[in-house]
């Protein structure tokens, strides 16, 4: 009951104020030009001009009293966190800053005694250490239990306190795009890790909720594990084979599709999780939580049959938000954090198609 307040009490809270974005101070000079680019000289995507593209973002001052969080996972060196958190802390004046740590799984509980000891003062988690994670906690939210992952953990005085930021970073960017899922269908694609969060927040926000996953036992053990959760919560669970049926069952017609699974995620830009041919409602809102590319083809599936789009960033940088807001106990700057998260989706993008890798998208 008290997770269900705690809850509500996040749909209930007004959408984050804007802060504008920081300004060049009176004087500043502009960082220095850089030369005609030059050839990569070593590994794919690791040239020298990715190297000076990299120095020219102005990074914050850091000496003796900086502050350090960061992400861990395996991989992370194409996470968007760093770009973002620090454009915040920047945006705030804040003497911190936040770097990707690429940790091993065998090495997640000795990252977390070496950060702690190192005085980190929050960690990311991001795949696949979410659940790894746990057993090395002083403490666990209501939540990140109840959905069996943990995203963020901040420094206690007794160890480490983890949490989950997802089901948080989705709702709050529902609400920032005006989109009230109250009595609505809505149908949840996928039941991995985001999957759980998504279905949580969409039934603690009164939504009917129906999953669609692949692996339909999945499915049925999410449903089956957040059932009971929310009185009088409608929640549903089926092969994906059954969208195609659903949907043309007038009698349920969604008001919001969310693909929560990784189809249609660079470098399987050209996929999608939606059936071709299958038409969307133009009254339905459709979320991808890909964001890498930031247009999938799911978003163009559904944009040409004239549905509205909201793609993944805005739950990454919400969720992002809430991990900052925790460990600073200060207000993110949202715009600030997505004109940053939203310009290195897209650069990064570009140059992975330049250069024809194969990355995984995560935090
Ligand atoms: N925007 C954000 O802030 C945000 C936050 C979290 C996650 N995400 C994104 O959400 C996606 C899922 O992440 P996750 O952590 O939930 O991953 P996960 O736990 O590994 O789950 C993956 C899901 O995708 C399904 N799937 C994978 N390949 C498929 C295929 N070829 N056909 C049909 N279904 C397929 C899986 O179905 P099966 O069960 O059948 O394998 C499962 O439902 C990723 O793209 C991730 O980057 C975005």
């Given at each position: 009951m008290a997770q269900n307040k705690r809850l509500f009490a996040w749909f209930a809270a007004p959408p984050l104020p804007l802060t504008p974005s920081p300004t060049r101070d009176e004087g500043e000079s502009e960082p220095p030009a850089i030369p005609a680019p030059f050839p990569p000289l070593w590994g794919k995507g690791l040239g020298i001009e990715g190297q000076k593209q990299k120095d020219r973002q102005p990074l914050g001052r850091i000496d003796g009293a900086t502050k350090l969080v960061g992400v861990i996972g395996w991989p992370v060196a194409h996470s968007l966190s760093p770009v973002m958190h620090n454009a915040a802390f920047d945006a705030l004046g804040l003497n911190w800053r936040y770097v990707a740590m690429p940790v091993r799984t065998e090495d997640v509980g000795a990252a977390l005694r070496g950060l702690r000891a190192l005085g980190f003062q929050g960690v990311n988690v991001t795949v696949p250490h979410k659940q790894r994670v746990v057993p090395h906690l002083a403490g666990i939210s209501p939540e990140a239990r109840t959905l069996g992952?943990?995203?963020?953990?901040?420094?206690?005085?007794?160890?480490?306190?983890?949490?989950?930021?997802?089901?948080?970073?989705?709702?709050?960017?529902?609400?920032?795009?005006?989109?009230?899922?109250?009595?609505?269908?809505?149908?949840?694609?996928?039941?991995?890790?985001?999957?759980?969060?998504?279905?949580?927040?969409?039934?603690?926000?009164?939504?009917?909720?129906?999953?669609?996953?692949?692996t339909h036992t999945r499915a049925l053990d999410l449903v089956s594990d957040l059932?009971?959760?929310?009185?009088?919560?409608?929640l549903t669970a089926h092969a994906m084979a059954q969208l195609g049926d659903f949907v043309r069952d007038g009698e349920r017609a969604p008001g919001l599709i969310v693909n929560t699974t990784s189809v249609g995620m660079w470098p399987d830009a050209g996929t999608s999780p939606w059936p071709d041919g299958l038409k969307i409602p133009p009254e339905t809102v459709v979320y991808d939580l890909v964001y890498k590319p930031l247009r999938t083809r799911f978003l163009e599936q559904a944009e040409s049959c004239g549905a509205r789009t909201i793609d993944g960033i805005g739950m990454l940088v919400h969720q992002g938000a809430e991990a900052l807001q925790l460990w600073t106990g200060q207000e993110a700057p949202i715009d600030v954090m997505t004109g940053a998260a939203r310009e290195a989706a897209a650069s990064m993008t570009e140059s992975e198609a330049a250069n024809g890798e194969k990355e995984h998208q995560h935090l």
């Open positions: 992952a943990v995203n963020t953990l901040s420094a206690g005085p007794d160890g480490w306190h983890g949490d989950n930021t997802d089901a948080r970073g989705f709702i709050r960017d529902l609400i920032a795009h005006g989109v009230d899922v109250k009595g609505k269908m809505c149908l949840v694609l996928g039941a991995g890790g985001a999957a759980r969060a998504v279905v949580y927040a969409l039934t603690a926000a009164g939504g009917r909720v129906a999953v669609f996953n692949r059932t009971g959760l929310f009185p009088g919560g409608v």
